[in-house]
């Protein structure tokens, strides 16, 4: 009976120290995964179309802050950094072993100045979202889109609306403005202004185009509004001939 019990006692105290010593190594692994002078991240790579934000501003925004060991860095606080960045809609973070750390971004795509008037460096993107970044990178002149700001979405689309009838006919859009009333005036690249009001909207630019080539003809001065905000016909204002000083 008695070598029964040391043999238990024996095979209980080896089973334990297993235990133990298992739970020290796993421990020790821990402590080397999570430390990031055993397993750094090494290498940086900035992936993407790039127009507006450089790599050299990705990797500042991210060495603001420890990173971590390629274990213990966490994509989503990494991601959340980088978005941050006022040029970057969106980006995407994996970690690549051993030592790599990929970062693929999305650049805002600007679609037009936001209420320029009261907010010089706001932009909305083509998915209609407003965001404010440095404009003095832009290589292109935008058009610039004024309206209410609970509004944007609305704003672009009679935006894209109007602006792509147009375009057909040989104008450009350079600004829109939305009321309060969501009534709609346009200024086309040659400054004339169309106000549309805010009924049947692609029928008035339609009418507009129908008649310009007679009211550009029908006076030597240049167009300064059509108001097409009639069931039929429109008001035609041409601009003061300037006086020779």
Known sequence: MQAVRWQ???GFGFFVSV???????MHQLYQVAMD?????????????????TTSAEVREALVQQPLGSFFSADVDSIRAQVERLAWVNRASIRKEWPDLLRVFVVEQQPLAH??????????????????????SVLSESLPRLQGPETAVVETVEQFRS????????????????????????????SGLQLRLGREALLERVQRFIDLY???SSHQQQPI???DLRYDTGVAVSWRTPTKPK
Do not use: C, K, M
Not at 19 to 25: E, I, M, N, R, S
Not at 114 to 135: G, H, K, M, P
């Open 36 to 52: 990031a002078n055993q397993v750094p991240l090494r290498r940086l790579l900035v992936q993407g179309e790039l127009r507006y």
């Open 162 to 189: 109007v602006q792509q009838l147009l375009q057909l006919n040989g104008h450009e859009v350079i600004e829109l403005r939305l009321s309060e009333r969501f009534a709609v005036d346009v200024v086309l690249q």
């Open 224 to 226: 300064e509004y059509v």
């Open 19 to 25: 235990l133990v010593g298992t739970a020290l190594a």
């Open 8 to 10: 238990f006692w024996l």
């Open 213 to 215: 080539p007679q009211l």
């Open 114 to 135: 936001w209420n320029q008037s009261y907010r010089e460096q706001a932009l909305v993107n083509t998915e209609a979202q407003v965001f404010e970044a440095d404009i």
